[in-house]
């Protein structure tokens, strides 16, 4: 069954404006990312058994991307190296989801998130993407960010669609902060974490996981082991 996201109420709106204390994060702040490209179409395309990847920086910055990154969505490696990864933020996703993700990449913890990808002639795809991240454990710091790509099933599309136009429409309205504590107390009240939640609708797609697993070990091996063995 599809989850029933509503706007909350006056009174829970006051139990969930309380102040939150945000961990600092390096990437870009939310609120000046807007891809509003008059370009872009209503055109879907599929990733189909590709598994996309890209590594960034610490702050996001992109570094590399294979092959199948760039027949996928347009942008060839010299293009996008150096541009910030939020150049494939889709406008209609929730910016809810990237604060979420945030919050768990500051604590150093990876993330799985269901996004709507803009590619470079404007088309969109749909993805389940892992962000690993990646440690230098000789300066206990953060050096960088695995992102992996995989499609997207119908039935994950189809239950997570109608929450994420709803999270979109509630920004407008109410801004960030208040729609980020509304959709955590939602959850909440399912007893689930957003990582739970997605984990939970795309449980289907464990083969499609343990092919993308291989295709990490085999593609690009030679441009990629130092980003594996630092």
């Known amino acids: 069954m599809t989850a029933q996201l509503k706007y909350p109420t006056p009174h829970t709106t006051a139990l969930l404006t309380r102040k939150e204390t945000h961990p600092s994060f390096p990437f870009k702040e939310l609120e000046n990312i807007h891809n509003t490209s008059s370009s872009i179409t209503d055109n879907r395309i599929q990733i189909g058994a590709k598994c996309l990847l890209l590594k960034t920086d610490h702050e996001g910055y992109i570094e590399y991307c294979n092959k199948a990154f760039e027949n996928v ?28 993700m945030q919050e768990h990449l500051a604590k150093r913890k990876n ?45 994950t599309l189809h239950e997570i669609e109608p929450i994420y136009r709803t999270l979109s429409d509630m920004e407008k309205e109410r801004g960030l902060n208040e729609t980020v504590a509304y959709f955590k107390q939602f959850l909440h009240t399912r007893q689930h974490t957003y990582l739970s939640y997605i984990e939970r609708i795309t449980t289907g ?3 499609s996981k343990r092919i993308a697993n291989l295709q990490r070990k085999i593609f690009d091996t030679t441009r990629t082991k130092n980003f594996f063995t630092e």
């Open 205 to 207: 797609i464990s083969f």
């Open 111 to 155: 993330f799985l998130m269901v996004q709507k990808n803009l590619t470079a002639n404007g088309n969109y795809y749909w993805s389940i993407t892992e962000i690993h991240t990646k440690i230098n454990y000789a300066s206990n710091s953060v050096s960088g960010y695995f992102f992996y790509q995989n499609e997207a099933p119908g039935w």
């Open 73 to 100: 969505t347009g942008y060839t490696e010299p293009k996008i190296i150096k541009n910030h990864f939020s150049l494939l933020w889709h406008p209609q996703m929730p910016k809810t989801i990237y604060r979420l």
